[in-house]
């Protein structure tokens, strides 16, 4: 008789290397709220006539052209906190699929639509805005699921003893 060995080894990392990963996407997540939030402050007349120009939002201008930045800073400070980063990642992805789906509604529907982002990002085009922004949302569950597989390896490590 053949006995068959199977080697069940995956890729595995250190908790040390996930938790880093982990810090590097907050700061990541963190950085763009902080750029966008604080171009759509310095500059917010223009940020608020570009959200009146978009009619399925217009009526709403002047709520979202305060509210937007001041969540996005919100946001950037829970991402900062490690007590309260999963909350902020968590956050991080509600508001970042939001704005997706106003990109995606509002090209269905505008005619002409401004970019109202701030910075460099505004150079993009709405496929690559899109885009980033996808790539933005699978790092924030990334780092939410290292989060969670760290909690796991912890609790499985005490059982043991």
């Not at 060995?5 to 040390?16: C, E, G, V």
Request: aromatic share 10%; charged share 15%.
């Amino acid at each position: 008789m053949e006995s068959v060995i199977i080697n069940n080894s995956r890729f595995q990392i250190s908790n040390l290397v996930k938790e880093r990963i982990v810090i590097a996407i907050r700061w990541l997540c963190m950085a763009l709220f902080v750029y966008t939030a604080y171009a759509k402050i310095i500059d917010h007349d223009r940020f608020l006539n570009g959200l009146m120009n978009v009619h399925i939002i217009s009526g709403f201008s002047v709520i979202i052209s305060f509210l937007v930045p001041r969540i996005e800073i919100v946001i950037a400070v829970l991402l900062l906190i490690p007590i309260t980063a999963k909350q902020g990642l968590y956050s991080f992805i509600v508001v970042m699929a939001i704005f997706t789906v106003y990109i995606i509604s509002a090209l269905m529907l505008e005619k002409n639509l401004p970019c109202l982002c701030g910075g460099a990002i505004e150079k993009l085009s709405w496929s690559q805005h899109i885009w980033l922004n996808l790539a933005f949302i699978i790092l924030a569950v990334f780092a939410l699921q290292l989060i969670i597989l760290n909690k796991s390896s912890k609790i499985k490590k005490n059982e043991k003893f």
